[in-house]
């Protein structure tokens, strides 16, 4: 059974860093594409950025180009986010999801931590 | 970057009726194209991918269509827990985008 489960979500001051995490189980981590999708308060889905299997390609949403950075570590079966300069507009919830293999659809979801940039 | 748009925003139907949702895409898609439900405090779920074909566990009366830039998703005959946000996403070209949603609600 997949499982994912995101941690690392909280209040942070703008300008400040932060780091996602999301613990994969159930399947065979290394073998998939991840992603991560955040929901502002309210609001409707946003992708944020994707990564390959074996890590060797990563994409990401112009919003979050040049201060945000997905990584993985298989070996630990966990996806990553890297957010830095977060500002308020980055308020959100913050899922991970797995790929049906690498550039494919979003085939199951964690259920997100929340992310508050806030002074 | 494909701007995908849904309509309507909410669209109110009474349990039991069929709803027919829309999701344009800005630019071709193919036919790479999923559909989410998300209930209130809940991830998203998938439903459909490859525009027409149901995930595992979705029930018969969830159908899509559509291919290049006009999909749809039709919800055969409207049960209690259908009432629910739905989200199209295009999976063919970086960035990957959502449509903003459709609210189903409770006529």
């Known amino acids: 059974q997949v499982q994912l489960v995101e941690s690392g979500g909280g209040v942070v001051q703008p300008g400040r860093s932060l780091r996602l995490s999301c613990a994969a189980s159930?399947?065979?981590?290394?073998?998939?594409?991840m992603h991560w999708v955040r929901q502002a308060p309210g609001k409707g889905l946003e992708w944020v950025a994707g990564?390959?299997?074996?890590?060797?390609?990563?994409y990401y949403a112009d919003f979050v180009k040049g201060r945000f950075t997905i990584s993985r570590d298989n070996s630990k079966n966990t996806l990553y986010l890297q957010m830095n300069s977060l500002r308020s507009e980055d308020t959100a919830v913050y899922f991970c999801?797995?790929?049906?293999?690498?550039?494919?659809?979003?085939?199951?979801w964690g259920p997100g931590t929340l992310v508050t940039v806030s002074s | 970057e494909i701007v995908m748009t849904q309509s309507p925003a909410t669209l109110s139907v009474s349990p039991g009726e069929r709803a027919t949702l829309s999701c344009r895409a800005s630019?071709?898609?193919?036919?790479?194209l999923g559909w989410y439900q998300q209930k209130p405090g809940q991830a998203p779920r998938l439903l459909i991918y490859a525009a027409s074909t149901r995930a595992i566990g979705i029930p018969a009366r969830f159908s899509g269509s559509g291919s290049g830039t006009d999909f749809t998703l039709t919800i055969s005959s409207l049960q209690s827990e259908d009432f629910a946000v739905y989200y199209c996403q295009q999976y063919n070209n970086w960035p990957y985008t959502f449509g903003q949603g459709t609210r189903l609600e409770i006529k």
């Open positions: 159930g399947f065979s981590f290394s073998s998939y594409g």
């Open positions: 630019q071709s898609v193919n036919s790479n």
């Open positions: 990564m390959s299997y074996d890590g060797s390609n990563e």
């Open positions: 999801a797995k790929d049906h293999t690498w550039g494919h659809y979003l085939e199951y």
